[in-house]
């Protein structure tokens, strides 16, 4: 995989995106962007204050103009210091299918944090066919395989949450 570094890419013609990491004042935006979209969980307002100040090397926002655009939440587990966890990928509905999701995955993946990751894993849910989609494309741009490895179930959950199935794509 060739490293990139945090820098502005053109992702369409019409759009140009920056791709950062998260500062505490981010928290809010990221918040209501998953808010928003309405497919994700949305978690306490409070998490992504502590997402965007503890997690800020494993996670990226992007942003068009003056708003956020997109945002992935990730960890390194203490006991898999070869694995990123990515917890969630969002992009605003009108930025969707222009390759942003994918984009923040490899600008997290080129960051010094990441240099010894040689694998990702990440839980998608069977009826999130975009998100599957976008983890099968950096699969194959990072030239690895993704496969299940386990799942979440949905007994696990409260309020009828749908199973969530555990991916791994490595090694990279």
């Not at 998260?22 to 979209?37: E, F, K, M, R, Y």
């Not at 965007?52 to 103009?65: L, W």
């Not at 995955?105 to 990751?117: E, G, I, K, M, Y």
Request: negative net charge.
């Amino acid at each position: 995989m060739g490293k990139r570094n945090e820098q502005t890419f053109v992702v369409s013609l019409s759009s140009q995106l920056h791709f950062r990491k998260p500062q505490l004042t981010d928290g809010a935006a990221i918040w209501s962007l998953i808010h928003d979209i309405e497919v994700l969980d949305l978690n306490s307002s409070y998490c992504y204050l502590m997402l965007t100040s503890y997690f800020r090397e494993t996670c990226v926002i992007t942003e068009s103009g003056e708003h956020v655009a997109g945002f992935v939440s990730g960890f390194i587990p203490p006991d898999k210091p070869q694995t990123l966890f990515i917890w969630q990928v969002a992009v605003e509905r009108q930025s969707r299918g222009m390759g942003i999701g994918t984009t923040m995955l490899q600008t997290l993946l080129a960051r010094d944090v990441c240099r010894s990751v040689k694998y990702l894993e990440t839980t998608v849910s069977p009826s999130n066919d975009a998100s599957r989609a976008m983890f099968l494309r950096l699969a194959r741009e990072l030239d690895t395989e993704m496969k299940s490895v386990g799942e979440f179930s949905s007994t696990l959950f409260p309020h009828g949450h749908e199973s969530e199935q555990l991916l791994k794509i490595g090694p990279f």
